[in-house]
C-alpha cells in the first residue's frame, strides 16, 4: 500500500499550487480520500474529504473558497488545487484514504512566504 503525495514547493503569497495524491495497493474508489497539513508545532488537522464518487466533500473553514478537493478514481489520484495562498497555510499536507484501512502518505511541504 503506498499513497504518494507531489506538488507541494515555495510559493508566494497569493499564489497558487495543485497537490496530487497517487494510491496503490488498495481499491482506491472505495475509500473516502482526505488532505490534513501539519504546521510546526501544531496538530495535525483536516483541511478536506472527499466521498467515494466524489460528491460528498467537505472543507475546514479556514480553507473555504480557497481551495478544491477532486478525485478521479480511474487513476487512483486526488488533488488538492490551493489558491490564494496565505503565509498560514504553510504545513506539511498529508493524504490519507480511510475505509476498512486508514492509511497515510509521507507528506508533501507546502511552503507560502515572500
Known amino acids: 500500500v503506498q499513497l504518494v503525495e507531489s506538488g507541494g514547493g515555495l510559493v508566494q503569497p497569493g499564489g497558487s499550487l495543485r497537490l496530487s495524491c497517487l494510491a496503490s495497493?488498495?481499491?482506491?474508489?472505495?475509500?473516502?480520500m482526505s488532505w490534513y497539513r501539519q504546521a510546526p508545532g501544531k496538530e495535525r488537522e483536516l483541511v478536506a474529504r472527499?466521498?467515494?464518487?466524489?460528491?460528498?466533500?467537505n472543507y475546514a473553514d479556514s480553507v473555504k473558497g480557497r481551495f478544491t478537493i477532486s478525485r478521479d478514481n480511474a487513476k487512483n489520484t486526488v488533488y488538492l488545487q490551493m489558491n490564494s495562498l496565505k503565509v498560514e497555510d504553510t504545513a506539511v499536507y498529508y493524504c490519507s484514504a480511510v475505509w476498512t484501512s486508514n492509511y497515510w502518505g509521507q507528506g508533501t511541504q507546502v511552503t507560502v512566504s515572500s
Open positions: 495497493g488498495f481499491t482506491f474508489s472505495s475509500y473516502i
Open positions: 472527499i466521498n467515494r464518487a466524489g460528491q460528498g466533500i
